[in-house]
Antibody, heavy 118, light 107 residues
């Protein structure tokens, strides 16, 4: 069974930093491109970032320069370092795997809540 | 960036009905549209990939079609478990973008 478990969410002040982690099991982690997707309360899905199997990275314009995605294949782990956080970054952050073929985001964690507020 | 526009934003239907949700891309994405189902307080679930390919385990009453800029997700013979919010997503290029969602409610 595939499991993705996010951790590291919490309450942070505007301008602060937070690091999300995602522990993967049930998959050959190194074989998957990985995503972070977020969802503000009552709103739609917003893609945040992607890291490929080879380490290439992509970001949404809204987080570029502030967020950094990384992975540690030996630990089956994905990370999202978030800096200079804004109130608008408040959301549930999902860790997710890309589908191996055909596009799409296949496996999802349950999310980590990040609240940016003074 | 490629914009994805879904319609309608919400729809009411009855058990057994057929419902169609449309997604339009701001430029051609060939076949690269993905569809998700999301129920309240849950992570999204992949239901259709590459436009018309059913994700394993998803009932065959779900179908997808389209190419280029216009795509549809059709749910036939609606079942109680189908009432949820549906999102399209383009997988043609980064940044990945989602439609704003279509809420399917019980009439």
């Amino acid at each position: 069974e595939v499991q993705l478990v996010e951790s590291g969410g919490g309450l942070v002040q505007p301008g602060g930093s937070l690091r999300l982690s995602c522990a993967a099991s049930g998959i050959i982690f190194s074989s998957y491109d990985m995503h972070w997707v977020r969802q503000a309360a009552g709103k739609g899905l917003e893609w945040v970032s992607n890291i490929g199997r080879g380490g290439d990275t992509y970001y949404a314009d809204s987080v570029k320069g502030r967020f950094t995605i990384s992975r540690e294949n030996a630990k089956n782990s994905l990370y999202l370092q978030m800096s200079n956080l804004e109130v608008g970054d408040t959301a549930l952050y999902f860790c997710a795997t890309a589908r191996l073929t055909g596009g799409g985001i296949e496996y999802w964690g349950q999310g980590a809540l990040v609240t940016v507020s003074s | 960036d490629i914009q994805m526009t879904q319609s309608p934003s919400s729809v009411s239907a009855s058990i057994g009905d057929r419902v169609t949700i449309t997604c339009r891309a701001s430029q051609s994405i060939t076949k690269w549209v993905i569809w998700y189902q999301q129920k309240a307080e849950k992570a999204p679930k992949l239901i259709m990939y590459s436009g018309s390919n059913l994700q394993p385990g998803v009932p065959s009453r779900f179908s997808g079609s389209g190419y280029g800029t216009e795509f549809t997700l059709t749910i036939s013979n609606l079942q109680p478990e189908d009432f949820a919010t549906y999102y399209c997503q383009q997988a043609k290029s980064f940044p990945i973008t989602f439609g704003q969602g279509t809420r399917l409610e019980i009439k």
